[in-house]
């Protein structure tokens, strides 16, 4: 990533951290993006994590996914069906300063066919 994409992703990740704020009954949903994977955490409202998931997770190893947008949506359904679980309805999505495109937005599509509002 080049040092003005960078900077750029730190501004906005400052700028929407104060409008994603978690609660009892919404978690926060935290999404990271690198260059090989994806990661997804569900925080609560004090920062402790309840449920995490990868690309890289053992759950789905089988799949072999890696950073495109077809993992993106296999991951999204794997999550929606584990928060499903969880009894967890309602989040509040945080795309981590990442643009909402590409594979933030097909993990965020495969959550809402999940049945997850946000």
């Known amino acids: 990533m080049t040092k003005k994409k960078a900077l750029r992703r730190e501004k906005a990740k400052k ?3 104060f409008s994603v704020v978690a609660s ?3 978690p926060r949903l935290l999404v990271h993006r690198s260059n090989k994977y994806l990661y997804v955490q569900l925080l609560d409202k004090d920062g402790k994590i309840l449920c995490s998931v990868s690309s890289i997770s053992k759950e789905l190893k089988d ?5 495109n947008i077809e993992s993106a949506k ?3 359904a794997f999550l929606g069906e584990k928060l499903k679980a969880m009894n967890i309805e309602k989040i509040c999505f945080d795309r981590n300063g ?3 495109h590409g594979k933030i937005k097909a993990l ?4 809402r066919e999940a ?3 946000f």
């Not at 799949?63 to 950073?67: A, F, G, R, S, V």
């Not at 965020?108 to 959550?111: E, M, Q």
């Open 24 to 26: 009892e009954e919404r």
């Open 115 to 117: 049945g997850i509002k």
């Open 98 to 100: 990442f643009l909402y």
């Open 63 to 67: 799949k072999k996914l890696t950073n």
């Open 108 to 111: 965020a599509d495969s959550l």
């Open 15 to 17: 700028r929407t951290r």
């Open 74 to 76: 296999v991951l999204g």
